[in-house]
């Protein structure tokens, strides 16, 4: 019998624990659920006799030993700060780890000694990074064994609300951590275009869009995502002249988040005076200008230089911006009081479903003709509990445990799936599961 530890049961999590009940029989393995909250364990292992909840505390030093010192693969579904605690752990231990996250430069540093333990970290195994690793990093190849040059490759994933339960006027509703959407995009974005160096700062994030439309889904606007010239290195695309990484919305939200961004409502960094006795109203505010004259909403508008009948003013007016409703939160930042705000509006509501989609965009010459590659992907989320985002970081990160298991994946040390042992018996199962990339090649 081969024993599994998931260290968190979060929404990320609920696919993959699924997954690996569901073939816990055929593979004798035990599966061992630890969350701080115990009801939630017990809720995701849902009674099966191949798996137990327990409440796990990774600070807990004892425990974790314990726990850890049990299993054959720790999943850890933490938070990404504390991954390399369970991976120092899993050292000593010489057991192998699996998560979804970024690699972080605390983990990085235990590359050389997990090789001599003989162990594997697998990381990035989620949604993005993770299946769009593996989805981009499979036409690279067939690019280059097909003795093409790349010259362009662009990479978008979104996550949002599908399009038969979108019915609100930011087309937007929160299906993962909501702190993260309302504090995304902070620092500077970068990427290349045309051997050149483009940096998009935080102010302005939001204003540099691009359109994109994928398979079924409708229309898009792309924004800057976080470092893109990293990838050169990450895909051995050193010398393309262009590579972009971006977000996906619907169109229009940009332009109206950028309102928040250049108030200064997504700040983190200070707290809001006497903010628990302060209404919607207030909040919004003490961003403007004072004004014996002009109320909220036209001093808004006037700093904004936008019309009082417009789009975004209808967007902001339908979030309750401009209410007297009362914060009620003792020394909140901005951020936290905006995401209050928004969590009451744009919450997935009773039998609404979530979406995922996904965009490559290959440019490339061969034999002096140049050509695009397209590859799109969109997957609709079963419920509330198998999310699109559940299923779409679940399964992979379920498959490359089940890979580490079973033997069919023989490696040690940090890895990422860039590589074809990796990425190509997840993506042949994601298929089959009906994760399917449609790929169109055309002439340019």
Same mark, same amino acid.
């Given at each position: 019998m081969?024993? *599994?530890?998931?260290?968190?049961a979060?929404?990320?999590?609920?696919?993959?624990?699924?997954?690996l009940?569901?073939? &816990?029989?055929? +593979?004798d393995?035990? *599966?061992v659920v630890?969350?701080?909250?115990?009801?939630?364990?017990?809720?995701?292992?849902?009674?099966?006799?191949y798996?137990?909840?327990i409440?796990?505390?990774?600070? !807990?030093?004892?425990?974790?030993?314990?726990?850890?010192?049990?299993?054959?693969?720790v $999943?850890?579904?933490?938070?990404?700060?504390?991954?390399?605690?369970?991976?120092?752990?899993?050292?000593?231990?010489?057991k192998?780890?699996?998560?979804?996250?970024?690699?972080?430069?605390?983990?990085?540093?235990l !590359?050389?000694?997990?090789?001599?333990?003989? *162990? &594997?970290? %697998?990381?990035?195994l989620g949604?993005?990074p993770?299946i769009?690793?593996?989805?981009?990093?499979? $036409?690279?190849d067939? /690019?280059?064994?097909?003795?093409?040059?790349?010259?362009?490759?662009?990479?978008s994933?979104g996550g949002?609300?599908?399009?038969?339960?979108?019915?609100?006027?930011w087309?937007?509703k929160?299906?993962?951590?909501p702190?993260n959407?309302?504090? &995304?995009?902070?620092?500077?974005?970068?990427?290349?275009?045309?051997?050149r160096?483009?940096y998009v700062? @935080?102010? =302005?994030l939001?204003?540099?869009? #691009?359109?994109a439309?994928? %398979?079924n889904?409708?229309d898009?606007?792309?924004l800057?995502?976080?470092?893109?010239?990293?990838y050169?290195?990450? @895909?051995?695309?050193?010398?393309?002249?262009?590579?972009?990484?971006?977000?996906?919305?619907?169109?229009?939200?940009?332009?109206a988040?950028?309102?928040?961004?250049?108030?200064?409502?997504t !700040?983190?960094?200070f $707290?809001?005076? =006497?903010?628990?006795d302060?209404? +919607? =109203?207030?909040f919004?505010?003490?961003?403007?200008? @004072?004004s014996? #004259?002009?109320?909220?909403?036209?001093?808004?508008c006037e700093?904004?230089n936008?019309?009082?009948?417009s789009?975004i003013?209808?967007?902001? #007016?339908?979030?309750?911006i401009?209410? !007297?409703t009362?914060?009620?939160?003792?020394?909140?930042?901005?951020?936290?009081?905006l995401?209050? *705000? %928004?969590?009451?509006?744009?919450?997935?509501?009773?039998g609404?479903?979530?979406m995922i $989609?996904?965009?490559?965009?290959f440019?490339?010459? /061969?034999?002096?003709?140049?050509?695009?590659?397209?590859?799109?992907?969109?997957?609709?989320?079963?419920?509330?509990?198998?999310?699109?985002?559940?299923?779409?970081?679940?399964?992979?990160?379920a498959?490359?445990?089940?890979?580490l298991?079973?033997?069919?994946?023989?490696v040690?040390?940090?890895? /990422?799936?860039?590589?074809?042992?990796? +990425?190509?018996?997840i993506?042949?199962?994601?298929?089959?599961?009906?994760i399917?990339?449609?790929?169109?090649e055309?002439?340019?």
């Amino acid at each position: 019998m081969k024993n *599994i530890l998931i260290i968190g049961a979060g929404l990320s999590a609920s696919t993959l624990i699924k997954y690996l009940l569901d073939r &816990a029989e055929k +593979y004798d393995w035990n *599966i061992v659920v630890g969350d701080k909250s115990l009801e939630l364990a017990e809720r995701k292992v849902n009674s099966s006799k191949y798996g137990e909840a327990i409440c796990f505390d990774i600070f !807990d030093e004892k425990q974790k030993v314990k726990e850890i010192g049990k299993a054959d693969v720790v $999943v850890s579904m933490l938070p990404a700060r504390f991954h390399h605690v369970v991976a120092e752990e899993c050292l000593k231990q010489k057991k192998h780890m699996v998560t979804a996250s970024y690699v972080s430069e605390e983990v990085k540093k235990l !590359d050389k000694a997990a090789k001599e333990a003989g *162990i &594997a970290f %697998l990381n990035e195994l989620g949604v993005d990074p993770g299946i769009d690793h593996m989805s981009a990093m499979k $036409v690279v190849d067939e /690019i280059r064994e097909r003795k093409g040059r790349l010259l362009s490759f662009s990479s978008s994933t979104g996550g949002l609300v599908a399009p038969e339960f979108d019915n609100n006027p930011w087309n937007y509703k929160f299906t993962w951590n909501p702190r993260n959407v309302v504090v &995304a995009g902070q620092g500077v974005a970068q990427y290349l275009k045309n051997g050149r160096v483009k940096y998009v700062p @935080y102010n =302005r994030l939001f204003l540099d869009t #691009r359109k994109a439309s994928v %398979l079924n889904a409708g229309d898009f606007e792309v924004l800057p995502n976080r470092d893109s010239l990293k990838y050169r290195k990450i @895909y051995g695309l050193e010398d393309i002249p262009s590579i972009f990484r971006g977000t996906m919305r619907r169109p229009g939200f940009c332009e109206a988040w950028n309102v928040f961004v250049q108030l200064g409502m997504t !700040d983190d960094t200070f $707290v809001v005076d =006497r903010s628990d006795d302060m209404s +919607y =109203r207030q909040f919004t505010n003490t961003f403007l200008p @004072y004004s014996e #004259r002009k109320n909220v909403e036209e001093k808004l508008c006037e700093a904004m230089n936008i019309s009082f009948d417009s789009d975004i003013m209808k967007k902001l #007016r339908w979030l309750g911006i401009f209410d !007297d409703t009362k914060v009620n939160m003792k020394d909140a930042t901005p951020a936290q009081i905006l995401q209050k *705000i %928004l969590e009451q509006k744009w919450v997935l509501e009773k039998g609404d479903k979530d979406m995922i $989609v996904m965009q490559h965009i290959f440019d490339f010459v /061969i034999d002096d003709k140049k050509k695009r590659i397209t590859s799109s992907v969109v997957v609709l989320g079963e419920d509330q509990v198998h999310t699109a985002m559940s299923i779409t970081v679940g399964t992979p990160v379920a498959i490359a445990t089940k890979l580490l298991l079973t033997g069919e994946l023989n490696v040690t040390g940090i890895h /990422i799936p860039i590589n074809k042992d990796l +990425y190509t018996p997840i993506l042949k199962e994601l298929k089959e599961s009906g994760i399917n990339f449609t790929e169109v090649e055309e002439d340019l």
